[in-house]
């Protein structure tokens, strides 16, 4: 039998404090926006701009650094927020290193050369000629 409409719904959890609240404001914040992501985690992928290029092994669907390290890019070049960032093992021709880059920031690198960050073998077991696969189970 139905309850009376003027019965608020309520959810199902075992906690009485759970059972108090209006099912609504869970399903509230459990919603979020669907981000699509234009790159892969395991792609090789170079800057458009600057002299580098690397492997995908992180993304942040939206901008999620300090402040402080989005406002030392200068102005005229600051990418928007509202984009996914991608976490990079890096390189160029002198040095290995960790970058974080916005989307519109990035091409796919069509070169077939693997990378050679050293980092790439604790998350990736191989190159498949366009990209990096993934272990099977993550290493610990």
Known sequence: RRPPR???LYSSAASDVYKRQPLMVYCINIMQELIE??????DVVKHKFLNFRGVIFDLDPTFNNTEEWY?????????KKEQPFYHLFAENEEIFYIAYVSEQN???DNSGIPANHPDIKKIFSRFNGTSYVPYDKAKN
Do not use: Q, V
Not at 37 to 42: Q, R, T
Not at 71 to 79: A, G, L, V
């Open 106 to 108: 990035l091409n796919i």
């Open 37 to 42: 992501a234009k790159f892969s985690i395991g």
């Open 6 to 8: 003027s019965t608020p």
């Open 71 to 79: 406002n030392s890019i200068p102005k005229d070049f600051r990418p």
